[in-house]
Every structure is written in C-alpha cells, then in structure tokens.
C-alpha cells in the first residue's frame, strides 16, 4: 500500500472513532488536520466531524430545523 493509502487508512479510522477520542486529542487532531490542509478547510472540516459525532449528530438536524431569526431580532 502506498503512504497516500496508508494515511487515508488512518483518516478513515480516526472519522469512525471520532466521538470515542477524548476532546483534547480531537482537538490536536483538528488542529494539525487544519495545519496540513490550509486554514480554509477549518469550517469544511468542522462540519463534517460534527454530523459524525454521536452526540451533536441529531442535534444538528435539529438545528437545521429552526428557522433563522431575522435581522431585526424577531
């Protein structure tokens, strides 16, 4: 296997395990995964681990559920 094949192994392994791994090592994870893929991947990244964590997982179809508040505060 190839090191490209080989990191995207662990990627896929590090996603499905992803809401078992105590916040502080998320973090780190996040972090360097930022670091490596360029500060405008931050926002994809973050949304794409948050619908796969077990606990915000329903929490974010609900959000996605409420409407926005308008502009003036109604």
Known sequence: M???GLTKA???A?????????PKVQHELFESAV???GS???????VFLHR???RT????RLARAVPEP???GG
């Open 10 to 12: 662990l990627g896929r």
């Open 70 to 72: 308008d502009s003036l």
């Open 35 to 37: 670091r490596l893929s």
């Open 57 to 60: 997982f329903d929490g974010a």
């Open 2 to 4: 190839t090191s490209e």
């Open 52 to 54: 796969r964590h077990p």
């Open 40 to 46: 405008g991947t931050r926002e994809q990244l973050a």
């Open 14 to 22: 590090v996603t499905a395990v992803w809401g078992d791994l105590p």
